[in-house]
């Protein structure tokens, strides 16, 4: 049988060729049908399976919102202007347990965080009556609030445990909980937020003076180590190795 050299090369189709040409045997795995179906695809996400999501995720949504324009005028006042001297308030006050100040009060971070170690008691800033003591999914994780006279609260959050229950009344003597991790917080510290008559205050205002880092009393106190502080007045070595 003699083959022709041109059979074997490929056939140059015209364009009408290319339009009339059918391919009966091949059949498309696509169709603009799918395509369309593809595209109308939605991702529905409820709202709870994306709080979830972020919850697994070790995202805590904090809860406070972002002030209106008239809220952050009076807690930029409050933070700025507003001095309550211990000895106008209708109870004494003191700091909840030792430590340093860690984080100051802001627009968005309406209170302060007391760092310490972790199990440190932790008491009420003054007398009043516990009127909230739970758990919460949000940034607080374990925390205490307590009335106290006046129109006074004040909140105690990240708590590794709770000694108080909702309807107790406590004083400056009373051991609400201890410090702990619970809640969205990167070290063991108590979040506290003072509020009267539901707006915030600085807690700095009314509290005993905080040190902004952790002094050597409060390292011995917590079983910290302790190194000497070097004399800043000894010359330098000549080596630059160290002199002991």
């Known amino acids: ?5 041109h059979n074997l090369l490929p056939k140059k189709l015209t364009d009408r060729d290319a339009l009339t040409l059918k391919f009966s045997n091949i059949k498309p795995r696509f169709t603009f049908k799918g395509f369309k179906r593809l595209n109308n695809i939605k991702i529905k996400l409820p709202i709870t399976g994306t709080l979830l999501v972020l919850f697994l995720l070790g995202y805590f949504p904090t809860p406070t919102f972002p002030p209106t324009i008239k809220q ?3 807690l930029a006042q409050n933070s700025q202007t507003a001095q309550v001297l211990p000895a106008q ?3 004494s006050v003191q700091l909840p347990h030792p430590g340093y100040l860690s984080t100051r009060f802001s ?3 309406p209170g302060i965080d007391l760092a310490t170690g972790y199990g440190m008691p932790i008491h009420s800033i003054g007398e009043g009556l516990v009127i909230e003591a739970n758990f919460s999914f949000w940034g607080y994780g ?12 004040s909140l ?16 400056q003597n009373s051991i609400l909980g ?4 619970t809640g969205h917080t990167s070290g063991s510290h108590t979040h506290l937020e003072v509020t009267k008559d539901s707006q915030y205050l600085d807690p700095l205002t009314i509290l005993p ?19 000497d502080v070097p004399d800043q007045n000894k010359p330098l070595s000549k080596n630059l190795q160290p002199e002991f």
């Not at 609030?145 to 006074?152: A, E, K, L, N, Q």
């Not at 201890?178 to 991790?181: F, K, M, R, S, T």
């Not at 003076?209 to 190194?227: A, T």
């Open 89 to 91: 308030l209708p109870f």
């Open 178 to 181: 201890l410090v702990g991790l």
């Open 156 to 171: 105690y959050a990240h708590l590794a445990k709770i000694y108080v229950n909702s309807g107790q009344q406590v004083d």
């Open 72 to 74: 952050a005028s009076v």
């Open 1 to 5: 049988m003699k083959i022709l050299r």
């Open 107 to 109: 627009r968005y971070h």
């Open 142 to 153: 374990n925390h205490v609030v307590i009335s106290h006279p006046g129109g006074y609260k």
């Open 209 to 227: 003076p905080v040190q902004d880092y952790p002094s050597i009393e409060f390292l011995e106190s917590v079983g910290g180590n302790v190194m």
